[in-house]
């Protein structure tokens, strides 16, 4: 009798797990930029990366572009299309002084224990009109629904 309660329960636990959308979380968001042969780095530590990223800021006539690595996790069952949204705001120079923008689809697929890292490059024209990009969102979504989000410190809605 015990047994058969617990197994009751057991099923009723994980059918209402099914029951529920997808769920996810933006961990992590290291936005990075690219040297004019499309490296974030020369080496592969760390320290040397994070050396090399102050030079690439301080030095504009060395990019070619900027990559935003996404730490995200997404896991259940995905109601609508699972995508990243990156939102970028930025000012060009010898533009208009209003704020540049740009948003950036890109479609992942769900994860299972572990996070999963994607990537979103912008180079070339992109880069080159976005300008000085002073502020970032990244949204997870699944269809119409948000997931989870991290944002610049600069972001206002």
Known sequence: MVRAFAVIIL????????VKGATGKVS?????????QGRNALSPS??????????LRDHPEKRSGIIYNIDFKAKGPVTGELKLILELRGIAPGKDPLPQRM?????????????RWAEIK??????????????????????DNLLSEQKSFLWVD
Do not use: C
């Not at 099923?11 to 099914?18: F, K, V």
């Not at 992590?28 to 004019?36: A, G, H, N, Y």
């Not at 912008?122 to 269809?143: C, H, P």
């Open 46 to 55: 760390l320290f040397d990366r994070d050396a090399y990223q102050v030079i």
């Open 28 to 36: 992590k968001v290291l936005p990075q930029f690219l040297d004019l």
């Open 103 to 115: 948003v950036v689809h890109q479609k992942v697929k769900p994860t299972h224990w572990f996070g």
């Open 11 to 18: 099923g009723l636990l994980l059918s209402a797990e099914g």
């Open 122 to 143: 912008i180079t070339g024209e992109d880069f080159v009109n976005m300008g000085e990009i002073n502020a970032w969102r990244v949204s997870l979504w699944d269809g």
